[in-house]
C-alpha cells in the first residue's frame, strides 16, 4: 500500500526546491542555530539597513508568490542576515508588512495554546509547538520608531499573529519551532487535507 498524498508531497517539494534558492534550511547556516546581532537604533535608516529591509521583504514575497499564499513571517537569518528583525504579515491590515527590529517580550499570557507549526527553514516538518496566547512585545519599526505590541488573542487572527511573533523571536536567539518537541512528536506535511491540527488547543 503506497504511502498517502504522493501528488501533494511532490508538489510540496518541488515547491521546497525553489524557496530553497533564497530561504536557508537548518544545517546550512550556523547562524540559524545562533543568537543573531542587534541593531543599532542609528543605523536602521541606512541606505545599508534599508536594503537588508527591502531584500526581507522582497523574499518573503517571492515565498509567498511561489507556495501561493503560505507563510505568516519571516526572521532576517532565514535570508542569510543574521540580525534581530523580522518581518510579520499581516493578512488583514492595510499595511500587510510589519518589521520588528530588535523585539524584545515585555509580558505574556497566562493562557497557552498549542498549534502545529511549519517553518521555511524546516520543510515540511511540522510541530505541534504550546506557547503563550499573547505576547507583548517592545520593538522598532523600520522608520526606528519605538512601538509596542499589545494585540491580544481575542481572534484566530490575533491568536495567530502572537504566536508567528513568538516563532520568529525564537529565530533571533537561534530556536527552531522543532526544538519545542521531541523528535517522534514530529509529523510530515503531506497533504492539503493535512494530518495536522490546524485549530488552537487550549492547554490546562
Known amino acids: 500500500m ?3 498524498g504522493r501528488v501533494y508531497k511532490k508538489e510540496n ?3 521546497i526546491l525553489k524557496v530553497s534558492q533564497f530561504i536557508y534550511q537548518i544545517g546550512e547556516s550556523k547562524d540559524l542555530r545562533r543568537k543573531n546581532n542587534e541593531v543599532k537604533v542609528e543605523d ?3 541606505d545599508k539597513m534599508q536594503h537588508k529591509i527591502a531584500y526581507l521583504k522582497k523574499c518573503f514575497k517571492n515565498y509567498k508568490r511561489i ?3 503560505k507563510g505568516r513571517g519571516i526572521a ?3 535570508v542569510g542576515i543574521p540580525e ?3 518581518l510579520l504579515y499581516k493578512e488583514t491590515a492595510k499595511e500587510k ?10 509580558k505574556t499570557a497566562d493562557i497557552f495554546y498549542r498549534y502545529s507549526e511549519a517553518c521555511m527553514s524546516a520543510n515540511s516538518l511540522v510541530a505541534s509547538v504550546i506557547r503563550p496566547a499573547w505576547v507583548e512585545v517592545s520593538y522598532f519599526d523600520e522608520h526606528a520608531q519605538k512601538k509596542h505590541w499589545t494585540v491580544k488573542a481575542n481572534s484566530k487572527q490575533g491568536k495567530i499573529e502572537n504566536r508567528v511573533i513568538q ?3 525564537d529565530h533571533l536567539d537561534g530556536v527552531i519551532n522543532i526544538d519545542h518537541v521531541e523528535s517522534k512528536e514530529l509529523i510530515f506535511e503531506s497533504g492539503e487535507s493535512d494530518n495536522r491540527n490546524t485549530f488552537f488547543e487550549e492547554v490546562k
Open 2 to 4: 503506497p504511502p498517502p
Open 13 to 15: 517539494l518541488t515547491e
Open 44 to 46: 536602521i535608516l541606512t
Open 67 to 69: 507556495t501561493n499564499g
Open 76 to 78: 532576517a537569518v532565514q
Open 84 to 86: 534581530r528583525f523580522f
Open 97 to 106: 508588512y510589519q518589521i520588528f527590529i530588535n523585539p524584545i517580550i515585555t
Open 167 to 169: 516563532h520568529e523571536i
